[in-house]
């Protein structure tokens, strides 16, 4: 962190400009044409505003000599001001143990992380916080009256979609009744939603209690003929036989 700060400093003192090596090919320079030299850039570039760049070069260099200026960094380099900016950014929420969405941040979000983060802030950070403080500003109020208590309202974490699901699976488990809902929601209340919902489960063996019922109602039921009749089916009139009279069946 002491190098970064220090790199980033330096970067901006020398009014953002990147670093570069002068290339001298052909040429020798002496001791005095050197110091020359890194005294004019040291004197006469360093934290100067950007503008137009002139450099004396010491005529013992003869024309055959080349000058050119090499770029030393290609690209964004470690503790950059990006970097560094984001690294400061960091170590201030790790500091003060806030999620990163919390605050705007959603480098690399993930909406699961982000649930376990917010419940991990609300139990171990903000909770333990607010009854510290609740117990300190309680001990003021009670010198005063014990009738009143001083409480944080808790983070809530649950939004429409969880509490939907939550109010889905207290109705289908017979928990709540619809009106205890649409209260929860401020909505109107119904005249048939005073009853829970039958669970579907339930409704599977009250189903099938009614059917064990009937099948023992038609079991108690007679079968076949009543006693002293010889006919095949039950309650049916005899039929005419030749020992009678005109083939009629008895009245």
């Known amino acids: 962190d002491k190098f970064a700060k220090e790199y980033n400093i330096d970067y901006f003192e020398n009014k953002a400009i990147p670093r570069y090596a002068i290339v001298l090919k052909g040429a020798k320079l002496s001791q005095k044409s050197k110091e020359q030299l890194v ?24 024309n055959d000599s080349d000058v ?27 500091g003060n143990r806030v999620p990163a969405p919390k605050v705007g941040v959603y480098d690399n979000a993930n909406l699961a992380v982000s649930r376990d983060a917010d419940k991990t802030f609300k139990t171990q950070v903000v909770g333990p916080d607010q009854k510290i403080i609740e117990k300190r500003i309680n001990r003021i109020v009670r010198e005063y009256t014990d009738n009143v208590e001083f409480r944080f309202e808790s983070i809530d974490l649950i939004d429409d979609d969880l509490q939907s699901r939550i109010n889905d699976r207290y109705l289908r488990t017979e928990v709540i009744t619809p009106n205890e809902v649409r209260e929860t929601m401020g909505m109107t209340q119904r005249s048939e939603g ?12 009250k189903q099938l209690e009614m059917d ?8 108690k039921k007679p079968t076949g003929a009543p006693d002293g009749n010889d006919n095949a089916e039950s309650g049916s009139p005899p039929k005419a036989g030749p020992d009678r009279p005109g083939g009629q069946a008895p009245t």
Request: hydrophobic letters at 30%; glycine letters at 6%; a negative charge.
């Open 212 to 219: 064990e019922e009937q099948a023992k109602e038609e079991a």
């Open 194 to 205: 005073d009853e829970v919902l039958p669970f579907p489960s339930n409704v599977k063996m």
């Open 68 to 94: 050119r200026f090499e770029k030393l960094e290609a690209g964004i380099q470690d503790a950059s001001f990006d970097k560094y900016r984001k690294s400061n950014r960091d170590e201030i929420l790790v």
């Open 39 to 62: 005294n004019y850039f040291r004197q006469e570039v360093k934290g100067k505003h950007h503008g137009t760049l002139i450099v004396p070069l010491p005529p013992s260099m003869g």
